[in-house]
Nanobody, 119 residues
């Protein structure tokens, strides 16, 4: 299984970006997908998370500004980021819990995509 992220880049404060993460390979089911981020010198933190059933969870710092969604047919999760702030600058990592068989599931990480917000 591979997670491939796209959509990062440089944006001015107040702007928007949309990240995508597509899962590929032998996939029986996807239990959840989400996004984490890590800024220099800081720990990796949860940004947003969406379950197979569609339940969502957001980190406190992004609530009301970011929206996570998914396309089950494409095994893809999206992160719409609005009202971006310089403190949102980080490497954003896609994370997923994927079952490759009926009884085996594993946690996967993407390679990361850089988001830089200029002031």
């Amino acid at each position: 299984v591979q997670l491939v992220e796209s959509g990062g880049g440089l944006v001015q404060a107040g702007g928007s970006l949309r990240l995508s993460c597509a899962a590929s390979g032998i996939i029986f089911s996807i239990n959840y997908m989400g996004w984490y981020r890590q800024a220099p010198g800081k720990q990796r933190e949860l940004v947003a998370h969406i379950t197979n059933g569609g339940s969502t969870n957001y980190g406190d710092s992004v609530k009301g500004r970011f929206t996570i969604s998914k396309d089950n047919a494409k095994n893809t999760v999206y992160l719409q980021m609005n009202s971006l702030k310089p403190e949102d600058t980080a490497v954003y990592y896609c994370n997923a819990d994927i079952a490759t068989t009926r009884t085996s599931d594993y946690n996967y990480w993407g390679q990361g995509t850089q988001v830089t917000v200029s002031s």
